[in-house]
């Protein structure tokens, strides 16, 4: 397996931790890694950006090379398109619609939803409203980390360890939104793939997802993710 | 052996923390932060045990001071910092090249090629070649957490400290290494037995001098045998390239080019000599300042193959490298990619929503709004984004501390109301010397210190002289007790706030106005 991975997002949004997920689950599978991300001045509420490579042969560059990107992963819509140039030929943009706008001159949201469309391979989710069914705005990352990283070859539960590590400081209930945010990134965008490939627009397909109940949401996200390889959750929400 | 997820500032430390020192000390500052935070973190988990000594010290130079002083003792200790850091500790250090060291002594200092969060990219190489000590370079967390283990046996084997140079590309990015079970068994306290070696008298410095000079040309000689330098000669064209360049090299190229890597300096003269005379033409590939190109290619040029590298164009002069750069500058054809996107808005680092200097900025540009003449001299900080909008309220950023001294000097020249706005702990870094002066000779002038306990953009490190402790330390200091305020940036408190402010700057002597309000992060945390 070898994957080049840009994760992109704002300072404070958690890239970081999708990074840690994916790193320890190449790990496990026994995978070289280099993950590299910016700091100090670089973060402060501006945008930022993590290379991520795993291979099971040595990996030199920290750095990915342009047009060798097998995932642009992205919290916020406008940031995924700074790294264009790094998607490879066969390359998937996922990324989240919800916009962080603390710029004055932040553009219009339609015109980017359009431009990330145009990638070949690309997935939309709605990082805020899934992160708020599962519990928290806040969990957007893991939304997006269920919804891209499967198409590394990871299994969700996979990546379910190391979110329970990320958040072991804390209650059992922010871990438990968290992992529910994992299994709601992974179904909404397998259905707006679907809804897409059955001849629908982005805009329709989102709005398809949003249309859906969170009870429901959330339940079939979790029976999805128990059927494509056990994820188990503590009780009680 | 096991494996452990490391950065490449935390691979050092970690190597560090395997040979057995004593104390880590340091400054923040980016990208080497993480070297002693990861010290602190394993001091923490050691149950208690105060070793290592894990020190956050008042600035750069006296994190090496200290760190020379554990050496002194016998003992061995890690002092880290980022590239401009060691402008601030080059006094101990090129001294300490004279004195040398007792116990291992490690100076990991942390370039910033490409100024992500610097105000240059100084190339730390040549300030090893400067002071005449061994310096090793890696590419890869496995090598920084292999080459530090081997810095501190040469240190104790040479008599001399040794720099290991990190690059931001290195010391931010994570990768699998495989570290030692156990730490080497500490040395016992021993200290130095012949004291004039350290006294540094003319009379011994010219004898120690002599001896760094024989040491550095025997290290010279014998460059060429080291294990991190490696010579192999293949094809005509060749490519001598150190530390993480060779990641790049090797990221696009796997051919019979001839290779020279570089990771141990003196340079290798031999080696260097070798592929110049096999190859037609060779391209120098180093993260940093062209400081090998320079050291082969000189004035003259060289003899035999042609050299490319910054000085010819064949790569950028500034900025860093990444692998599209030396792939191009190879000739390795270009691959498909999607245009970049240049029209997007730019989305720069700004201040958190609720940080205390928004407020502390509100209430000063209000107050010198009236003073067309007016300066904000600034430093580093958090607070140096204030230089853009929608503050637009400082004037100057240039190095740590320097903005008392250029309110001074600016204040001299007959620049009125000169002003400056500095940090508390870039303060304690060197402000204080030049408030002394100030105060001293009561120059017409205003200090603001924008105290919000703690080093904020490097992540929240202790501080140490913040609030009461502070105001104290101005009045230790000469201010005169009448002409130091205290204020709270908060908008509730703006009218107020400004004509407390604007009556110092009226005061025709030195006044130093203490805004104070925590970081927002660190109360988080």
Redesign the interface.
């Known amino acids: 397996m070898k994957a080049n991975v840009i994760l992109a997002g704002v300072g404070g949004q958690g890239i970081l931790s999708i990074a840690y997920c994916l790193c320890n689950a190449a790990l496990k599978r026994g995978m070289n890694f280099k993950q590299a991300e910016v700091h100090g001045m670089a973060q402060r509420g501006g945008g930022v950006v993590s290379h991520l490579r795993i291979s099971d042969q040595a990996i030199y560059s920290d750095l990915i090379p342009e047009g060798t990107a097998d995932l642009l992963l992205s919290v916020e819509p406008l940031e995924v398109l700074r790294y264009a140039q790094y998607l490879s030929p066969g390359g998937a943009v996922v990324a989240s619609v919800t916009p962080v706008t603390n710029i004055p001159d932040y553009p219009a949201l339609d015109g980017i939803v359009e431009r990330i469309t145009r990638f070949p391979q690309h997935c939309l989710v709605d990082g805020n409203h899934l992160g708020t069914v599962a519990g928290s705005g806040r969990a957007a990352n893991m939304v997006l980390l269920g919804a891209g990283g499967c198409r590394l070859g990871f299994s969700l539960a996979e990546f379910e360890p190391h979110v329970r590590a990320l958040f072991h400081s804390k209650s059992q209930r922010v871990i438990d939104i968290n992992c529910r945010a994992l299994q709601l990134g992974a179904l909404a965008a397998k259905l707006y793939s679907e809804h897409v490939e059955a001849g629908r627009t982005p805009q329709e397909a989102l709005q398809a997802v949003g249309e859906i109940p969170p009870a429901e949401l959330t339940e079939r996200a979790a029976a999805e993710a128990a059927a494509s390889g056990g994820v188990t959750m503590s009780s009680g929400r | 052996m096991k494996?452990e997820?490391l950065l490449g500032d935390e691979a050092v430390a970690l190597a560090a923390i395997h040979a057995g020192i004593r104390g880590a000390f340091s400054y923040p500052g980016?990208?080497a932060?993480?070297i002693l935070e990861f010290v602190e973190r394993q001091a923490r988990s050691n149950n208690g045990d105060a070793v290592p000594v894990a020190s956050w010290s008042a600035n750069e130079k006296v994190a090496y001071e200290e760190a020379l002083g554990v050496s002194y003792a016998g003992r061995r200790a890690l002092v880290s910092m980022k590239h401009v850091g060691l402008n601030v500790a080059a006094d101990p250090f090129v001294n300490s090249a004279l004195t040398g060291a007792h116990g291992g002594l490690v100076l990991a200092v942390a370039d910033d090629p490409g100024m992500?969060?610097s105000q240059n990219e100084q190339d730390s190489r040549f300030y090893a070649q400067f002071a005449k000590l061994p310096a090793y370079e890696p590419a890869?967390?496995q090598e920084a957490y292999d080459m530090t283990l081997a810095a501190f046996e040469d240190s104790e084997r040479h008599g001399l400290p040794v720099m290991v140079r990190l690059v931001t590309?290195?010391a931010?990015?994570?990768?699998?290494v495989k570290v030692r079970e156990q730490p080497v068994q500490p040395n016992p306290l021993g200290v130095v037995a012949e004291p004039k070696n350290w006294t540094l008298l003319p009379v011994n410095a010219r004898r120690q001098f002599r001896g760094l000079v024989e040491k550095y040309d025997a290290l010279t000689a014998s460059a060429d045998s080291s294990p991190y330098n490696d010579l192999s000669l293949a094809g005509k064209r060749g490519i001598i390239c150190s530390g993480?360049a060779?990641?790049?090299v090797?990221?696009?190229l796997n051919d019979d080019h001839s290779l020279l890597r570089i990771s141990h300096y003196p340079l290798p003269a031999k080696l260097i000599r070798d592929l110049v005379a096999h190859c037609e033409e060779i391209l120098v590939v180093e993260d940093g300042y062209p400081y090998i190109e320079n050291e082969i290619a000189g004035i003259l040029g060289s003899s035999g193959a042609k050299i490319r590298g910054k000085r010819t164009g064949d790569l950028p002069a500034t900025g860093e490298l990444?692998?599209?750069l030396v792939?191009a500058a190879l000739g390795v054809a270009d691959?498909?990619?999607?245009?970049?996107?240049t029209d997007?808005?730019?989305?720069?680092?700004?201040?958190?929503q609720g940080c205390p200097h928004t407020d502390s900025y509100h209430h000063i540009v209000e107050a010198l709004k009236p003073y067309r003449e007016a300066v904000l001299f600034s430093d580093i900080g958090?607070y140096?984004?204030g230089a853009l909008?929608p503050y637009n309220a400082i004037k100057s950023c240039v190095d740590m501390g320097a903005s008392i001294g250029m309110a001074r000097g600016a204040a001299l020249a007959g620049v009125h109301p000169s002003c400056c706005a500095i940090g508390d702990s870039t303060f304690v870094h060197s402000g204080m010397t030049a408030l002394v002066g100030a105060a001293e000779t009561d120059t017409n002038m205003t200090v603001f210190i924008l105290d919000n306990s703690t080093v904020a953009?490097?992540?929240g490190q202790t501080t140490m002289a913040t609030g009461d402790q502070l105001v104290k330390l101005l009045e230790g200091l000469g201010v005169d007790p009448d002409h130091v305020k205290v204020i709270e940036p908060l908008s509730k408190y703006h009218e107020g706030n400004v004509r407390i402010i604007r009556r110092e700057i009226d005061h025709k002597g030195l006044s130093v106005v203490v805004s104070k309000r925590a970081c927002i992060q660190i109360k988080r945390k």
């Open positions: 494996t997820v980016t990208p932060t993480e992500h969060s890869n967390q590309r290195l931010h990015s994570r990768a699998n993480i060779y990641n790049y090797r990221e696009c990444n692998p599209d792939s691959r498909e990619r999607p245009e970049p996107c997007l808005a730019g989305r720069p680092p700004q201040l958190c958090c140096t984004l909008p953009m490097t992540g």
